[in-house]
Protein backbone atom coordinates (compact mmCIF):
# COMPACT_ATOMS: atom_id res chain seq x y z
CA UNK A 1 0.00 0.00 0.00
CA UNK A 2 1.21 3.60 -0.54
CA UNK A 3 1.20 4.39 3.67
CA UNK A 4 3.97 1.51 4.05
CA UNK A 5 6.17 2.29 1.06
CA UNK A 6 5.54 5.87 2.49
CA UNK A 7 6.91 4.11 6.14
CA UNK A 8 9.50 2.16 4.49
CA UNK A 9 11.36 5.10 2.40
CA UNK A 10 14.11 6.48 3.81
CA UNK A 11 13.25 9.75 5.21
CA UNK A 12 15.18 13.13 3.80
CA UNK A 13 17.91 14.65 6.15
CA UNK A 14 16.21 16.62 9.21
CA UNK A 15 12.68 15.17 8.70
CA UNK A 16 11.21 12.37 10.44
CA UNK A 17 8.52 10.21 8.93
CA UNK A 18 5.11 11.11 8.82
CA UNK A 19 2.86 8.04 10.79
CA UNK A 20 -0.51 10.36 10.16
CA UNK A 21 -1.93 9.33 6.80
CA UNK A 22 -2.07 12.47 4.59
CA UNK A 23 -5.12 13.82 3.69
CA UNK A 24 -6.03 12.31 0.70
CA UNK A 25 -5.82 9.02 2.58
CA UNK A 26 -8.13 10.11 5.12
CA UNK A 27 -11.64 7.59 5.32
CA UNK A 28 -14.92 8.66 6.00
CA UNK A 29 -16.25 6.75 9.42
CA UNK A 30 -17.72 3.81 9.40
CA UNK A 31 -16.30 2.78 5.92
CA UNK A 32 -15.12 -0.83 5.60
CA UNK A 33 -12.26 0.10 4.02
CA UNK A 34 -10.85 3.36 5.75
CA UNK A 35 -10.84 1.01 8.97
CA UNK A 36 -8.93 -1.73 7.20
CA UNK A 37 -6.29 0.78 6.36
CA UNK A 38 -6.53 2.55 9.85
CA UNK A 39 -5.33 -1.33 10.98
CA UNK A 40 -2.78 -1.70 8.23
CA UNK A 41 -1.29 1.61 9.04
CA UNK A 42 -0.79 1.13 12.65
CA UNK A 43 0.69 -2.37 12.21
CA UNK A 44 3.07 -0.31 9.70
CA UNK A 45 3.84 2.17 12.59
CA UNK A 46 4.28 -0.35 15.01
CA UNK A 47 7.05 -2.47 12.49
CA UNK A 48 8.75 0.98 12.25
CA UNK A 49 9.20 1.48 15.61
CA UNK A 50 10.16 -2.21 16.30
CA UNK A 51 12.64 -1.69 13.46
CA UNK A 52 13.56 1.15 14.42
CA UNK A 53 14.51 0.31 17.92
CA UNK A 54 16.29 -2.94 16.94
CA UNK A 55 18.56 -0.56 14.48
CA UNK A 56 19.33 1.43 17.53
CA UNK A 57 19.73 -2.16 20.06
CA UNK A 58 22.86 -3.75 17.24
CA UNK A 59 26.14 -2.34 17.21
CA UNK A 60 27.78 0.79 16.19
CA UNK A 61 29.89 0.78 13.08
CA UNK A 62 33.38 3.47 13.73
CA UNK A 63 32.41 4.90 9.85
CA UNK A 64 28.46 5.14 11.89
CA UNK A 65 30.53 8.11 14.83
CA UNK A 66 31.59 10.82 13.81
CA UNK A 67 34.67 11.61 16.09
CA UNK A 68 34.68 15.14 17.38
CA UNK A 69 38.05 16.18 17.39
CA UNK A 70 37.55 19.18 19.76
CA UNK A 71 37.08 17.33 23.05
CA UNK A 72 39.83 15.41 22.47
CA UNK A 73 41.75 18.84 21.91
CA UNK A 74 40.28 20.37 24.84
CA UNK A 75 41.38 17.49 26.90
CA UNK A 76 44.72 17.40 25.74
CA UNK A 77 44.41 21.78 26.78
CA UNK A 78 43.51 20.22 30.28
CA UNK A 79 46.18 17.71 30.99
CA UNK A 80 48.57 20.33 29.89
CA UNK A 81 46.67 23.15 32.40
CA UNK A 82 46.68 20.21 34.82
CA UNK A 83 50.56 19.62 34.11
CA UNK A 84 51.37 23.24 34.32
CA UNK A 85 49.77 23.73 37.54
CA UNK A 86 51.49 20.71 39.30
CA UNK A 87 54.59 21.90 38.47
CA UNK A 88 53.79 25.98 39.54
CA UNK A 89 52.13 24.32 42.36
CA UNK A 90 55.82 22.52 43.50
CA UNK A 91 57.42 26.08 42.58
CA UNK A 92 55.55 27.75 45.17
CA UNK A 93 56.00 24.90 47.72
CA UNK A 94 59.60 25.21 47.20
CA UNK A 95 59.81 28.67 47.44
CA UNK A 96 57.36 28.53 50.56
CA UNK A 97 59.78 26.30 52.34
CA UNK A 98 62.45 28.33 51.15
CA UNK A 99 60.98 31.58 52.84
CA UNK A 100 59.88 29.48 55.84
CA UNK A 101 63.60 28.62 56.27
CA UNK A 102 64.79 32.12 55.66
CA UNK A 103 61.86 33.69 58.26
CA UNK A 104 63.04 30.86 60.65
CA UNK A 105 66.85 32.26 59.71
CA UNK A 106 65.84 35.94 60.57
CA UNK A 107 64.11 34.55 63.64
CA UNK A 108 66.96 33.17 64.92
CA UNK A 109 69.33 36.34 64.74
CA UNK A 110 66.26 38.43 65.64
CA UNK A 111 66.13 36.22 69.08
CA UNK A 112 69.98 36.63 69.31
CA UNK A 113 70.16 39.99 68.31
CA UNK A 114 67.19 40.77 71.30
CA UNK A 115 69.55 38.62 73.61
CA UNK A 116 72.64 40.62 73.07
CA UNK A 117 70.70 43.64 73.18
CA UNK A 118 69.42 42.78 76.65
CA UNK A 119 73.22 41.79 77.71
CA UNK A 120 73.94 45.35 76.58
CA UNK A 121 70.48 47.40 78.29
CA UNK A 122 71.86 45.00 81.13
CA UNK A 123 75.31 46.61 80.59
CA UNK A 124 74.55 50.08 80.23
CA UNK A 125 72.08 49.76 83.60
CA UNK A 126 75.27 48.22 85.96
CA UNK A 127 77.58 50.96 84.17
CA UNK A 128 74.92 53.59 84.28
CA UNK A 129 74.71 52.78 88.14
CA UNK A 130 78.95 52.84 88.39
CA UNK A 131 78.96 56.06 87.10
CA UNK A 132 76.12 57.51 89.19
CA UNK A 133 77.74 55.68 92.55
CA UNK A 134 81.52 56.99 91.15
CA UNK A 135 79.36 60.49 90.73
CA UNK A 136 78.30 60.47 94.25
CA UNK A 137 81.14 59.66 95.78
CA UNK A 138 83.06 62.08 93.93
CA UNK A 139 80.48 64.65 95.49
CA UNK A 140 81.11 63.57 98.80
CA UNK A 141 85.04 63.57 98.59
CA UNK A 142 84.56 67.56 97.20
CA UNK A 143 82.70 68.26 99.49
CA UNK A 144 85.23 66.75 102.24
CA UNK A 145 88.08 68.64 100.52
CA UNK A 146 86.00 71.98 100.31
CA UNK A 147 85.89 71.09 104.60
CA UNK A 148 89.29 70.27 104.53
CA UNK A 149 90.10 73.41 102.94
CA UNK A 150 87.99 75.47 105.01
CA UNK A 151 89.73 74.11 108.16
CA UNK A 152 93.51 74.60 107.02
CA UNK A 153 92.22 77.90 106.48
CA UNK A 154 90.90 78.14 110.01
CA UNK A 155 94.11 76.86 111.34
CA UNK A 156 96.48 79.18 109.19
CA UNK A 157 94.75 82.28 110.44
CA UNK A 158 94.63 80.32 114.15
CA UNK A 159 98.76 79.87 113.48
CA UNK A 160 98.73 83.19 111.72
CA UNK A 161 97.16 84.89 114.90
CA UNK A 162 99.64 82.57 117.33
CA UNK A 163 102.48 83.85 115.38
CA UNK A 164 101.34 87.15 115.65
CA UNK A 165 100.80 87.06 119.35
CA UNK A 166 104.14 84.81 119.79
CA UNK A 167 105.91 87.89 117.92
CA UNK A 168 104.10 90.51 120.67
CA UNK A 169 104.88 87.65 123.58
CA UNK A 170 108.81 87.67 122.25
CA UNK A 171 108.63 91.87 121.86
CA UNK A 172 107.43 92.11 125.68
CA UNK A 173 109.84 89.50 126.65
CA UNK A 174 112.88 91.69 124.76
CA UNK A 175 111.69 94.26 126.56
CA UNK A 176 111.15 92.85 129.77
CA UNK A 177 114.70 91.51 129.71
CA UNK A 178 115.94 95.33 128.66
CA UNK A 179 113.55 96.39 131.85
CA UNK A 180 115.50 93.62 133.70
CA UNK A 181 119.43 94.29 132.37
CA UNK A 182 118.96 98.13 133.45
CA UNK A 183 117.39 97.35 136.83
CA UNK A 184 120.02 94.79 137.15
CA UNK A 185 122.76 97.68 136.76
CA UNK A 186 120.85 100.21 138.62
CA UNK A 187 121.03 97.45 141.36
CA UNK A 188 124.50 97.36 140.88
CA UNK A 189 125.73 100.78 141.00
CA UNK A 190 123.29 101.28 143.76
CA UNK A 191 125.63 98.39 145.50
CA UNK A 192 128.97 100.02 144.84
Known sequence: SELLSRI??????????????????????????GERKTI???????????????????????????????PQNRELELEEELRQTRKENIELTIRIKSLQDEIADQGGEASEHMRSSSLLAAEVQDLKFQLDSEVASNRRQAEDFATLRARLSEQENEMHAARSRLMSTEERLVQAEEELRKAAEKADRYHE
Open 8 to 33: EAKPSSGERPSILPSVSEAHEPGSAD
Open 40 to 70: LSQRAIFEQLKQQFNDAKGPVGVEDVEIDAQ
